[in-house]
Antibody
Framework: EVQLVQSGAEVKKPGESLKISCKGS????????IGWVRQMPGKGLEWMGT????????RYNPSFQGQVTISADKSISAAYLQWDSLKASDTAMYYC????????????WGQGTLVTVS | EIVLTQSPGTLSLSPGERATLSCRASQSVPNRYLAWYQQKPGQAPRLLIY???NRATGIPDRFSGSGSGTDFTLTISRLEPEDLAVYYCQQYVSSPLTFGGGTKVEIK
């Protein structure tokens, strides 16, 4: 069974750093891209970027480039989303999702990590 | 960037009725590279439809997708109470990947 399990909810202050995780299981983690999607409170879905765990090739949405860092550790089947200096506007639910082979859509999603910056 | 506009914003229907959700793209989506997701309250999104009309694994056949070019439709043939959710379309023909703003389906 494919599973993506994300780290727990976080409450942070503006200016603090944060790294959240997403651990995959039940499939070949290194050969499937993992994407990150933001959902601000009461709003829609926004694609942030995608990483290929096999070689850490990363693609960013220009809107998020420079604002976050996406990384992966294939040895433990984990992907990460990181901020160096959080802002109140980073308050949102963040989802990781497994990308379908050869197409940029997402067939399995993590449960989400709620990040609150206040 | 391809902008996806979904309509209506909210759809309120009774169980058993047919729901028709629209997704219009700002430019043509070649190869019909459009997906639909369902997000129930408090849950992560779930893939329903890919390549405009192919149902994902385990999706009931009351969900169907159609369309091409710039106009796409998700149809729920007979609404059930569990279909209460927000539905999003997503294009994956070009970067950045973009989602529509969503259509909320309410059950009367």
């Amino acid at each position: 069974e494919v599973q993506l399990v994300q780290s727990g909810a976080e409450v942070k202050k503006p200016g603090e750093s944060l790294k959240i995780s997403c651990k995959g299981s039940g499939y070949s983690f290194t050969t499937h891209w993992i994407g990150w999607v933001r959902q601000m409170p009461g709003k829609g879905l926004e694609w942030m970027g995608t990483i290929y765990p096999g070689d850490s090739d990363t693609r960013y949405n220009p809107s998020f480039q420079g604002q976050v860092t996406i990384s992966a550790d294939k040895s433990i089947s984990a992907a990460y989303l990181q901020w160096d200096s959080l802002k109140a506007s980073d308050t949102a639910m963040y989802y990781c999702a497994k990308r379908v082979v050869n197409k940029e859509l997402f067939d399995y999603w993590g449960q989400g990590t709620l990040v609150t910056v206040s | 960037e391809i902008v996806l506009t979904q309509s209506p914003g909210t759809l309120s229907l009774s169980p058993g009725e047919r729901a028709t959700l629209s997704c219009r793209a700002s430019q043509s989506v070649p190869n019909r590279y459009l997906a639909w997701y369902q997000q129930k309250p408090g849950q992560a999104p779930r893939l329903l439809i890919y390549d405009a009309s192919n149902r994902a694994t385990g999706i009931p056949d009351r969900f169907s997708g159609s369309g091409s070019g710039t106009d796409f439709t998700l149809t729920i043939s007979r609404l059930e109470p569990e279909d209460l959710a927000v539905y999003y379309c997503q294009q994956y023909v070009s970067s950045p990947l973009t989602f529509g703003g969503g259509t909320k389906v309410e059950i009367k």
